[in-house]
């Protein structure tokens, strides 16, 4: 079954790390799916050259969006879910991906721990967020790039969308040079504390922005 360009027709279910390797995909219309159902209203009418998925985790967006880019950079930090993101490319037949096993942040080159969620299929690289254990025994080590230098040979990216559990001014710290070349952005906010610091971010960068739930803000030249 070949993914289409409406999202709504495929999903992938997300892949419990104490589970099997299983990815299930069923076509289901919109309104019966309960993932961030207002984002995929967004996410699916967004098209061009270039989708950037920071934090693609099993290949939601990256492959539900595909066909509505010529060419996704799905970047994921913990190698086992890199691994499922990759299978689950295969075997959906999906070409025009580039992998990068790395986390998003402020500086290039770091090695820094991935801390583990209460929810398996949470990780971040900030120490200080309640919803995340940090047993070293769990954590695993990954290397960091800036936003800068993954952009740095393209011209212009159409959608950057941002899932990186509590380090969005990280990523978007690491950024700052090349915010003129994003037109869009999807950022889900960790810490909703600091909405009104997002909000300014977005300003003082020449967005558009609105808030299309409590924490998932949308924003575009």
Not at 33 to 61: H, N, T
Not at 90 to 116: C, E, I, M, W
Not at 138 to 153: C, D, H, Q
Request: some cysteine; hydrophobic content about 40%; glycine content about 6%.
């Amino acid at each position: 079954m070949k993914l289409r360009n409406r999202i709504d027709l495929t999903f992938l279910l997300h892949r419990m790390a104490f589970l099997s390797a299983k990815v299930l995909r069923s076509p289901l219309p919109l309104k019966y799916f309960p993932y961030e159902p207002k984002v995929l209203r967004i996410m699916r009418s967004l098209k061009g050259r270039l989708f950037v998925d920071v934090g693609a985790y099993i290949g939601f967006y990256a492959l539900g969006l595909h066909k509505n880019f010529e060419r996704v950079v799905a970047v994921e930090a913990h190698p086992e879910t890199m691994n499922a993101l990759k299978r689950n490319a295969r075997s959906l037949g999906v070409t025009n991906l580039r992998f990068v096993q790395k986390a998003v942040y402020n500086r290039d080159g770091l090695t820094l721990p991935l801390h583990r969620g209460k929810c398996p299929t949470w990780h971040t690289l900030d120490g200080s967020l309640q919803n995340f254990r940090y047993n070293g025994n769990r954590n695993v080590l990954v290397e960091t790039v800036t936003l800068t230098s993954l952009l740095e040979n393209y011209e212009t990216v159409d959608l950057v969308k941002l899932d990186v559990e509590g380090a969005e001014f990280r990523v978007l710290e690491g950024a700052s040079p090349v915010l003129g070349k994003v037109q869009q952005w999807l950022i889900e906010l960790e810490d909703a504390r600091r909405a009104r610091e997002l909000e300014r971010f977005m300003l003082r960068n020449h967005y558009y922005y609105r808030w299309i739930t409590s924490k998932h803000l949308y924003a575009k030249r």
